[in-house]
């Protein structure tokens, strides 16, 4: 099991940048991949962005394509997700995972999640 802590959450105008972090700690992470769901205020939760055990595959939700960069340490057992260009829709809970083996969308394939970070953005 991983324990993931996420920070960096906050308020923010469109336009402008947030970098969210995810703390690791537990089992080694060795073949596991990582990834930021978000859930909005009535929405389900929706993946965001992953990255591979490797950090060498990443993929992102099309919303997120060109804006946002996900990224890892694994020997600082850190992953960082950089937002770029905020708009409005991105506001939601962020929450960290982590999985066995490849990456995928769906979250009920996901086996440790954090407690969340809000980021408001605003117009």
């Known amino acids: 099991q991983v324990q993931l802590v996420e920070s960096g959450g906050g308020l923010v105008q469109a336009g402008g940048s947030l970098r969210l972090s995810c703390a690791a700690a537990?089992?080694?992470?060795?073949?596991?991949?990582m990834g930021w769901f978000r859930q909005a205020p009535g929405k389900e939760r929706e993946f965001v962005a992953g990255i591979s055990w490797s950090g060498e595959t990443t993929e992102y939700t099309d919303s997120a394509k060109g804006r946002f960069t996900i990224s890892r340490d694994n020997a600082k057992k850190t992953l960082l997700l950089q937002m770029n260009s905020l708009k409005p829709e991105d506001t939601a809970i962020y929450f960290c995972a982590a999985k066995t083996g490849a990456i995928v969308t769906w979250d009920s394939a996901w086996n440790d999640w954090g407690q969340g970070t809000l980021v408001t953005v605003s117009s």
């Open positions: 537990g089992r080694t992470l060795i073949d596991v991949a």
